[in-house]
């Protein structure tokens, strides 16, 4: 097996070329949803998340209905358009 393309190898802490740099593509991606509080979908309603998270790692997502839904019930009530 031979080599016939060139590997791209760089020290390290070298800045990137600009030819290197992703861009994103005119205006593709939305800017991300915000709810009431001011916060991102990600980062409401934290303690309904964590008992969902906890309950699901423990007893699989079938036991865990009524976290599942106390969770969507919150980000509902942030303005989040959950169904």
Same mark, same amino acid.
């Given at each position: /097996? #031979? @080599? =016939?393309? %060139?590997?791209?190898? +760089? &020290?390290?802490?070298?800045? &990137?070329?600009? %030819?290197?740099? /992703?861009?994103?593509?005119? #205006?593709?991606? !939305? &800017?991300?949803?915000?709810? *009431? =509080? #001011?916060? *991102?979908?990600?980062? @409401?309603?934290?303690?309904?998340?964590?008992?969902?998270?906890?309950?699901?790692? /423990?007893?699989?997502?079938?036991?865990? !209905?009524?976290?599942?839904?106390?969770?969507? +019930?919150?980000?509902? @009530?942030? #303005?989040?358009?959950?169904?």
């Amino acid at each position: /097996m #031979g @080599s =016939s393309g %060139s590997k791209l190898t +760089e &020290p390290p802490g070298a800045t &990137p070329s600009p %030819s290197q740099i /992703m861009v994103p593509v005119s #205006g593709t991606a !939305k &800017p991300p949803q915000v709810g *009431k =509080s #001011g916060k *991102k979908i990600c980062c @409401s309603c934290p303690d309904t998340k964590a008992a969902r998270d906890d309950c699901v790692i /423990m007893n699989g997502e079938e036991e865990c !209905k009524n976290f599942i839904e106390a969770h969507k +019930e919150c980000l509902r @009530s942030e #303005g989040f358009d959950i169904r």
